[in-house]
Every structure is written in C-alpha cells, then in structure tokens.
C-alpha cells in the first residue's frame, strides 16, 4: 500500500517551470500543489484537489497569477454535473496582447453541462493529474494493451478555460502507459504508485538527494 504524506518535484522540460505538490492517497488523494512556468506569460499556478476514495474528482480549486492579473476557477462534482465557479482580477488578456500574444478570453465555461460526462479533471501543463485516471482504472499494472477512453474536464492554464476532451490511456510493459488526446501521443514512464516520473516533452521527475 502506498504510504503517506508523499511530496513530488517535476522540472518541466517544454518550458522553463517546475511543479511541487504535497499529497496524501491513504483513501483517495488529496494534493496541494504549487507549478511556475513561462508559457506564454510568466505564471504561478497553486491548485488544490479532492477525490473520492474511488479516485473519482470530487473538487479542484486552481488559482493563477502573473503580472498585473490574476484568475481563479472551482470545480465541484455535483450528482449530475459540474458546479464551476471563476473570479479575475486584472486583465490577463491586455498582458497577452501588450506581450504580441492573443487573448484567450474568460476563464470558467459557458455551459458546465458539456462537462457532464467527465469523471476526472486535467490540469494543463500538470504530470500529477495523468495519475487520477491510472490510478481509478488501474491501468499501470493491467494487461499490456487494455485500452480506457475517457471524458476529463479539463483546465487550461494560465486562461483557466474549462473544456470538455476526450482522452485514451493504453496500458503498456514496464510500467508505462500510452496517453493520447486528439493527434497528440505520449508513453508516460509511471513509478509503481502510478505518479508520473518522465513525461516526454512536459515533464521529469526529480528525485530528492541522498
């Protein structure tokens, strides 16, 4: 069984970043987590998140700022749908268009029933949140090729736009598993509690010293 609390450090390899986040799976995860990064803009992303004991999300509160602006975004999972509330102080938009980059708009969605169908959330730019749909399926240890196709909610950041995606997570040898959303594919190594230690092209765990 896995023990408790855990603390995870990703140097993000897209980017200049990095990702800390604090958690606890004794029943269910509970995770608070802290990314930096400049992708696009300069940001700091804080996020809490919540699950079932089954894994399912029951709760993701994301809070991003950067210079001159800031936004915000919680999710609840309510019996039938998503409960999706947002703030914004500052005009993020206005420091993307001084920056030469296009606006991305209001954060949140117009229409949280388009949601209904996720089961999980994912967090742009966030190896930790691979790990929801591993962990509640069971996927790092299933027979190499079981396939699992998926409805997440998915937050983009820094905009903290909710859209609804469809993923595919294929379990493969070695304790990896294939995640493809649209055209794009990757073949996340997992260590053996299902946490993302190399993400190609996102993310690499780093490993304290000792």
């Not at 896995?2 to 390899?13: A, D, E, I, V």
């Not at 959330?121 to 930790?128: E, N």
């Amino acid at each position: 069984m896995p023990t408790m609390p855990k603390s995870l450090f990703w140097n993000r390899t897209d980017t200049a970043g990095c990702e800390h986040t604090r958690l606890d799976d004794a029943n269910g995860l509970t995770a608070r987590g802290t990314a930096l990064a400049v992708d696009t803009l300069p940001y700091t992303c804080r996020y809490t998140l919540t699950t079932a004991p089954e894994w399912t999300t029951v709760r993701l509160e994301v809070e991003v700022e950067g210079a001159g602006w800031s936004r915000g975004v919680r999710l609840e999972r309510q019996p039938d749908r998503w409960r999706v509330v947002t703030n914004e102080q500052g005009d993020l938009d206005a420091a993307l268009r001084a920056a030469g980059r296009p606006p991305v708009g209001l954060p949140g969605t117009d229409d949280p029933d388009r949601l209904a169908d996720a089961v999980d959330v994912d967090l742009g730019g966030s190896p930790l949140f691979n790990s929801l749909p591993v962990r509640r399926l069971g996927l790092r240890d299933a027979e190499p090729g079981t396939e699992r196709r998926i409805e997440v909610a998915w937050v983009l950041v820094p905009s903290l736009l909710v859209l609804p995606a469809e993923q595919t997570y294929t379990a493969l040898d070695g304790g990896r598993v294939r995640f493809a959303s649209g055209d794009f594919t990757a073949d996340l190594d997992l260590d053996p509690d299902g946490y993302v230690r190399h993400y190609p092209g996102l993310a690499d765990r780093v490993a304290p010293e000792r």
